[in-house]
């Protein structure tokens, strides 16, 4: 009883013939490869596994893969535009020490990266806010609102939108 | 010891003091990252581990037959498949003969003590269809009574978890230094509580998780997901293998999801796992959901603790008791004794006492078992002796800060003998300046601004208090690292180290170290960690350890490495090695460039490379130190606790990486705001966990955890390892309880003394 389904996942082509029970993780993490998202409970709280559907941040633990079928799917590892360079927040990300353990980074760089888009220029009240959906056991939060900051402020002048590897 | 001054700029290299960004970051933020769960082997299947859905049962059969039949499933493990029923996992520290009755084995068998433990394991071709089968398991249960409170376990009528024990307190412990029944007869003040702290746990963000191979060829046996202390594991399983030989067994650690005491040690899935790799002969992967990880990974910190202080009215302290039990949960597991007989080797904390009794009760009950936490034992006891200091001013009308700076240990008396053993290693504090680090806080944090913050009316019914913690933290137990240090021709340098990563920046501190006493730049290092078969000894992460006694390893390996190269180019040049610079293409003389040998000339004889290794030693602990300071405004009416200013000073003898020190400060402050005021693992009368779910255990998120300051000093250099570094995991966490507890005590009046401040709580204690 297994459906095929197609899906664009970082610009690329998928497809699989899955169980209608299949999470949209897994189909992610297994069927397609790509393990940088990752589950950190598997009931919606802790963001770790945060993609974007069509451009909007969904937990992917809480969506059957069958429920993709046709739309497009970014993930971290579509985030930055080369091998040697990294986006402006996982740079900011790894100048701002906004990162320890680094396992639940994956889904708050893609909760952020839509939140910059919708809000380019955000208090740092409004980036706690934002942010309090995803969490974060190492650092405190405090270094992760200091670089999701930076990467607002670098992301408004636009010649800085990749940065090379150092 | 002395500490030895660095020969090189740090600035340049990125060496120790400095904040280079971090070796490890790169693949983290690419998602490129190797977490167990993202590891693959070809022909791995899968297991689901099946639990106990109850606190505490009988069971005379498991009926495998149906799971057996189902599509996909290759094995079902239960104890009857297990050689001998499963050999007990021993205790790693805190070795107790009385505890060892309370040892827990790989799979339940005949009776199940906890909702959560393992009674089988499903193998499958997938996780989805291990788990389906897993539900045919029959199991003809037959409920016991159960018992959960620590009074209750020690109650004579209690039913027994092990009932040829006889008891269910599987350990105990006595402390007593000097004359207390004097020191009580002269005192003009007596204060007599008792402290509650919750059950709640490390909880990191990826759950645990294991992939086990075995070669039937070779007869060894490979672990991915190894963490903490993977040589440690490595003996035990072997152990219980019934292998003699350990180098058949090899661990290897992968990207770490964050450990805070929990992860790495040794669990019944860490035989289990391994066990159905042999047995099916498969590459076997489990990785646990998150239900079951809130049910079956350690918890921590449940204690009641009925304490007694004698003072006199001027406010100096003359005695301290304490008679507290610890609620171990249904089994000693490997840190089972370690959380108590820390409380109670800590509970001085930085103050002078003429007289001290400590005593515990380790209990059993039907909870999930338990283990170490960040700050194990002490985030509990600074919470007690804190709240109790405050009482006691309150009483005699004494400034809070003026009671304990009276009462703190004179920075003329260290090395401080505390009376207590860690493990049976002495407690002496190495070093310290604790009215120092006071002062220096008070007008870093403009305490006098707090104070009239204090004082100024707050809007609408809000209440405001103060409230610190004062601490003494403890670093780098186990008594030995290992490291090697390798050069070669091109100017890379590799470090292998016998410690171990959680997430915490092991790679990028090591390397810190390595070029400070090296000389070559921080980019010229890697920094190889976690694997048996490249690392020959280890004792890994834990308690603070990893740059007291790994950084040491690895800057007496690096010293001898530069002392090795520039006789040898001495030699060669004609010149003293004090005249020598070191770069990534050889060695010259100071001043005349032109003088040089290359690494490949100097390297020629060894085949391109030369490597030196060390193993240091260190017998005892170091003591950092430091002090919270909350500001809280609190709602009465919704008892909603608002911080309006957290700061912490900390003295950590000497900072290595000053961005990556504030990160486990800022981080260990959020865990601690989470046992301050939100994480609680509940039970219902039939032991049944209320928390197995983020939806009702509540981890602290951004809105919850506000900014922390810091003030980090390096005053009091640990004179126990050459860098003069103490550790700086802990501290974060180590007060939150304490200082948070005093800030709502002042606001409210009334003095709080159990944990979490839930809203419910603080509507309680304003009715009360």
Known sequence: MSRRIAVEINGRAVEGEVEPRLLLADFIRDNAGLTGTHLGCEHGVCGACTVQLDGHPVRSCLMFAVQAHGHRIATVEGMAPGDSSLHPLQQAFHECHALQCGFCTPGILMTMEAFLREEPDPTSERIRSALAGNLCRCTGYQNIITAVRLAADRLQNKGEAAVEAS | ?768
């Not at chain 2, 269910?168 to 402390?175: F, P, Q, S």
């Not at chain 2, 034992?377 to 003026?402: K, Q, S, Y």
């Not at chain 2, 053993?421 to 002062?439: K, T």
């Not at chain 2, 290992?482 to 997430?503: F, H, K, M, P, W």
């Open chain 2, 1 to 768: 010891m002395k500490i030895t001054a660095d020969i090189i700029d740090p600035v340049a290299i990125n060496g120790i003091g400095t904040s280079p960004l971090r070796k490890e970051d790169w693949p983290l933020v690419r998602g490129e990252g190797t977490f167990v769960a993202d590891f693959k082997r070809p022909g791995m299947v899968h297991a689901f581990v099946v639990r106990s859905p109850l606190a505490h049962a009988r069971f005379t059969s498991i009926d495998r037959t149906a799971v057996l039949a189902s599509q996909g499933v290759l094995d079902v493990i239960t104890a009857a498949e297990l050689p001998d029923r499963g050999h007990k996992i021993p205790t790693r520290q805190f070795a107790d003969e009385g505890s060892n009755r309370f040892l827990q084995r790989p799979l339940a068998d005949g009776v199940v003590r906890y909702s959560g433990e393992p009674v089988a394991v499903v193998i499958a071709d997938s996780r989805y269809r291990a788990e389906d089968a897993a539900e045919l398991l029959d199991i003809d249960y037959e409920r016991l009574e159960v018992v959960l409170e620590p009074d209750d376990a020690v109650a004579e009528s209690a039913p027994l978890l092990q009932p040829d024990a006889g008891t269910n307190i599987a350990g105990r412990l006595l402390v007593e230094i000097g004359a207390l029944d004097e020191a009580f007869a002269q005192a003009d003040l007596v204060i007599k509580e008792t402290f509650r702290i919750q059950r709640h746990a490390a909880v990191p963000l990826e759950t645990r998780g294991l992939l086990a191979e075995y070669d039937t060829e070779t007869e060894s046996l490979t672990v991915w997901g190894a963490a903490k202390i993977p040589h440690v594991n490595r003996a035990i399983l072997a152990r219980m293998l019934g292998w003699s030989d350990e180098s058949r067994v090899r661990m290897v650690e992968l990207h770490v999801g964050g450990g805070f005491g929990a992860r790495g040690e040794f669990y019944p899935e860490d035989f289990l796992i391994p066990f159905a790799a042999i047995r099916t002969g498969r590459p076997v992967a489990w990785v646990e959901d998150r239900e079951e990880n809130l049910r079956a990974t350690n918890h921590s910190r449940e204690q009641v603790h009925r304490v007694e202080m004698a003072l006199k009215k001027d406010g100096t302290f003359l005695a301290l008791k304490d008679s507290f039990i610890n609620n171990t949960g249904a089994y000693v597991r490997t840190h089972g004794m370690t959380v108590p007989g820390l409380s109670v080797s800590m509970l001085p904390g930085p103050y002078k006492w003429p007289a001290y009794r400590g005593e515990f009760r380790s209990v059993v009950t039907n909870k999930t078992p338990g283990g170490t936490y960040r700050s194990p034992g002490r985030f509990e006891i600074n919470f007690v002796r804190e709240r109790l200091i405050d009482i006691a001013a309150h009483r005699l009308g004494i400034d809070t800060v003026d009671i304990r700076r009276r009462n703190l240990i004179d920075r003329a008396s260290f090395p401080h003998d505390v009376g207590t053993l860690y493990d049976g290693h002495p407690v002496i504090y190495d070093s310290g300046d604790y009215e120092l680090l006071l002062d220096k806080a008070l007008a870093a944090f403009d305490y006098e601004g707090l104070k009239r913050w204090r004082r100024e009316p707050a809007t609408a019914g809000m209440r405001r208090g103060l409230g610190i913690g004062f601490f003494v933290e403890k670093a780098g137990p186990a008594e030995r690292e290992y490291a090697r240090v390798e050069l070669n021709d091109r100017g890379d340098v590799v470090v292998y180290t016998g410690s171990a990563s959680v997430g915490q920046g092991v790679e990028t501190i090591l390397a810190q170290v390595c070029v400070s006493h090296l000389g070559l730049p921080y980019d010229r290092v890697r920094v190889v960690h976690g694997d048996t078969a490249v690392i020959p000894e280890g004792m890994g992460a834990f308690g603070s350890r990893a740059t007291m006694l790994g950084g040491a390893a690895v800057m007496r390996a690096s010293e001898q490495l530069r002392k090795r190269l520039l006789d040898a180019a001495a030699e060669e040049l004609e010149a003293a090695p004090a005249d020598l610079m070191l770069t990534a293409a050889g060695v010259s003389v100071i001043g005349a460039p032109t003088r040089s040998v290359s690494l490949t000339n100097l390297l020629s004889a060894s085949a391109g490379v030369i490597t030196e290794e060390h193993r240091f030693v260190c017998d005892l602990l170091g003591f950092p130190y430091g002090i919270h300071f909350a500001a809280v405004e609190v709602d009465p009416a919704s008892g909603a606790i608002h911080i309006h200013r957290y700061a912490v000073a900390y003295d950590i003898g000497r900072c290595v990486n000053p961005v990556l020190v504030g990160g486990q400060i800022s981080g260990g402050f959020a865990q601690g705001i989470g046992g301050a005021l939100l994480e609680e693992f509940s039970f219902d009368a039939s032991g049944q966990p209320l928390s197995a779910s983020f939806m009702d255990y509540l981890m602290p998120t951004s809105e919850e955890v506000p900014d922390v300051e810091l003030l980090i000093t390096e005053d009091a250099p640990s004179p126990l390892n050459p860098l003069g570094v103490k550790g700086a995991g802990e501290g974060g966490t180590a007060a939150v309880g304490a200082a948070i507890a005093n800030a709502v005590s002042d606001a409210l009046g009334t003095e709080v003394t159990r944990l979490p401040l839930s809203p419910q709580r603080v509507v309680e204690l304003v009715g009360a």
